[in-house]
């Protein structure tokens, strides 16, 4: 059984267009995260939820726009894509709040704009 | 700002033999955690070990065991008895709660473990 899960695992699209990524975590926990893995593989926080509500929010572009329905999924959406965007996003969970639990990872979405 | 800093980007060893990888980091806080995370070429980010700054003891996960020195701010991860499976990049990361709950991490060592 999958703990966090990803879709796409791949993603293929043209500059200017809008997709989703979407994020599922079955381990009960209270916060999820998105993370941005460039490539020279350094990873980076963009977002963190806790329960549904925004935490972190790290100068990401406005075109990113995530959105939490419940404590078990966070999807990332994004807007007018950039060749820069191209890039391995990671979705991650953790217990949250003032926890250092720690931060379980999914298998990552590989996003390229062409 | 927290900052966390490895200063090898690649590595090689051979098969059955022991690396240290390096992790230096920078924070004014006095509780805190430190992961090493591995990821192979599936792209995967495993947990490989985790410390607690408040405890002296080093961590150790079978073969994997780290070197915490606090007032040093180092954190090096030890892989004895290297194996082919271990061939990944590792990655010190650096947690502090409370609202800033998020995971800084280093650049990367790409390990290689050669037959």
């Known amino acids: 059984d999958t703990a966090v899960s990803q879709t796409p695992k791949y993603l293929v699209t043209q500059m200017g267009n809008d997709k989703s990524i979407k994020c599922e975590q079955n381990?009960?926990?209270?916060?999820m995260y998105w993370y941005k893995q460039d490539s020279k593989k350094f990873l980076k926080i963009m977002f963190s939820?806790?329960?549904?509500?925004?935490?972190i929010n790290e100068t990401v572009p406005n075109r990113f726009s995530p959105k939490s329905p419940d404590k078990a999924h966070l999807n990332l959406h994004i807007n007018s894509l950039e060749l820069g965007d191209s890039a391995v996003y990671f979705c991650?969970?953790?217990?949250?709040?003032?926890?250092?639990?720690?931060?379980?990872f999914g298998p990552g979405t590989r996003l390229t704009v062409l | 700002a927290q900052t966390v800093t490895q200063s090898q980007p690649e590595m090689s060893v051979q098969e059955a033999e022991t690396v240290t990888l390096s992790c230096t980091y920078d924070t004014s806080e006095s509780n805190y955690y430190l992961f090493w995370y591995k990821q192979p070429p599936s792209r995967q980010m495993i947990l490989v070990i985790r410390?607690?700054?408040?405890?002296?003891q080093n961590a150790t996960e079978n073969r994997f065991s780290v070197n915490f020195q606090k007032a040093a701010k180092s954190f090096s991860l030890k892989i004895s008895d290297s194996q082919l499976g271990d061939t990944a990049m590792y990655f010190c990361a650096f947690h502090y709660g409370g609202a800033t709950n998020k995971l800084i991490f280093g650049t990367g060592t790409l390990l290689a473990v050669q037959p």
């Open positions: 410390q607690e700054a408040y405890k002296q």
């Open positions: 939820y806790n329960n549904k509500e925004l935490i």
């Open positions: 991650a969970s953790n217990l949250g709040g003032s926890s250092t639990d720690t931060q379980y």
């Open positions: 381990l009960g926990h209270d916060t």
